[in-house]
């Protein structure tokens, strides 16, 4: 059976490109970048290259760009910079609807004497700016909001975050692990601080990510050891992983208006098909700018578990959600916050596209979708008129 993977927010098949680029530091050139011998300066040379490769994506300095292990490290980083370097300052802010990665980052902060106010959204997904506003204070460390979120693909307004926070001596930073290589990013005319990317969001490998710092900005290392990353992040480099990571970015960027032109084609399509054939759906997000890539919808009455493994028997890949958070039990935080009904939030289901995907294989969900959809209904209880408690 033919897969057909739909789930490209919790992670993306390497490009071929990519590969390519990373075999010979995987075989042949296994030098240490940081040794001085020719051997190891050779890949020194190669890894500046990919981190210009990086910063082109974003519009920063290659000097700005600090090589992580992964989008999780990169978001970790920023905010115990933020408090490191300002050690008077004890509260952050960011928003209901954050990756796990900055919310349960936060509360363990939280529970080490920090205190954090966690924005509101609208049932659009959309940021409440007056909340925002309202909230930094002379306490206020950074302010962590998300470029997109990852379950819904609603974008935040960076620019007017950054216009509203101008002047107020908050760190800025943005977890854009989902927007990066999607949508256009530049740091120069969005004013950030601090900006994070995962590698294997892009079809890079896993295990490898980058934290744009601000130039000029006081900054205090997470992992402390040796000089690697000009003192910025101890440990031997990646170098293979940092190769594939260059190259997927420079991919990205020469393929950005088109490939977001034609998933947004893509994703329309499954919406509108989903729509058409499915009663009692809703888009979560609808009304918001998104993703080109991502569609979270809601099948009223069912369980999004149940379809899932329903739509994996017809080798259909997708999520009920983040893939940090598989395994709750609990309904999306994501949903809660955007206060979407109870008969809807546990039917749930987000397709996330890739380039790699085909109108083909669009139509091939759509079809699928409508009999899996009357086969758990018919079984539900509530889908069969009863009332929810």
Do not use: W
């Not at 739909?6 to 075989?27: C, G, H």
């Not at 049932?123 to 909230?135: A, C, F, N, T, V």
Request: glycine share 8%.
């Amino acid at each position: 059976m033919k897969t057909i993977y739909l789930d490209n927010n919790a992670t993306t098949r390497i490009a071929p490109e990519v590969r390519k680029a990373m075999t010979p530091y995987l075989a042949g050139l296994y030098g240490n970048p940081s040794s001085s011998h020719r051997f190891g300066s050779r890949l020194r040379k190669d890894t500046e290259e990919a981190r210009a490769k990086v910063a082109a994506l974003i519009g920063a300095e290659p000097e700005e760009v600090v090589f992580t292990g992964s989008g999780t490290e990169s978001d970790n980083t920023a905010l115990m910079s933020a408090l490191e370097c300002s050690p008077k300052k004890r509260h952050l802010i960011t928003t209901k609807v954050e990756h796990p990665a900055v919310l349960n980052f936060i509360s363990h902060l939280a529970r080490k004497g920090c205190t954090a106010t966690y924005l509101p959204v609208d049932g659009s997904g959309r940021l409440d700016m007056k909340e925002l506003i309202k909230s930094v204070g002379k306490d206020t460390a950074a302010v962590s909001i998300m470029y997109a979120n990852n379950e819904t693909g609603v974008i935040f307004p960076m620019a007017e975050i950054a216009e509203a926070l101008r002047g107020r001596g908050v760190v800025f930073h943005t977890d854009a692990v989902q927007a990066a290589g999607k949508v256009r990013v530049n740091v120069k005319e969005t004013p950030l601080d601090m900006l994070s990317i995962s590698g294997h969001k892009l079809h890079a490998p896993k295990g490898v990510g980058a934290l744009y710092v601000r130039k000029g900005l006081q900054f205090h290392p997470y992992i402390i050891g040796g000089h690697q990353e000009s003192g910025r992040r101890a440990g031997t480099e990646n170098v293979a992983s940092i190769i594939g990571l260059g190259r997927a970015c420079e991919l990205a960027l020469e393929r950005l208006e088109k490939d977001s032109v034609y998933l947004k084609g893509l994703r329309d399509r499954l919406e509108s098909e989903i729509i058409r054939r499915c009663p009692d759906v809703r888009v979560n997000g609808a009304g918001a700018e998104r993703l080109p890539n991502t569609v979270n919808i809601s099948f009223s009455y069912i369980d999004g578990e149940a379809i899932l493994l329903k739509l994996d028997k017809e080798g259909i890949c997708a999520s009920s959600g983040s893939a940090c958070t598989s395994g709750s039990v609990e309904p999306s935080h994501v949903l809660r916050a955007m206060a979407v009904p109870v008969e809807a939030i546990q039917g749930s289901i987000r397709f996330s596209l890739s380039c790699y995907n085909t109108e083909a294989e669009i139509e091939v969900a759509a079809d699928a979708l409508p009999g899996i959809i009357k086969e758990l209904r018919d079984l539900s209880p509530y889908g069969r008129g009863e009332k929810m408690c």
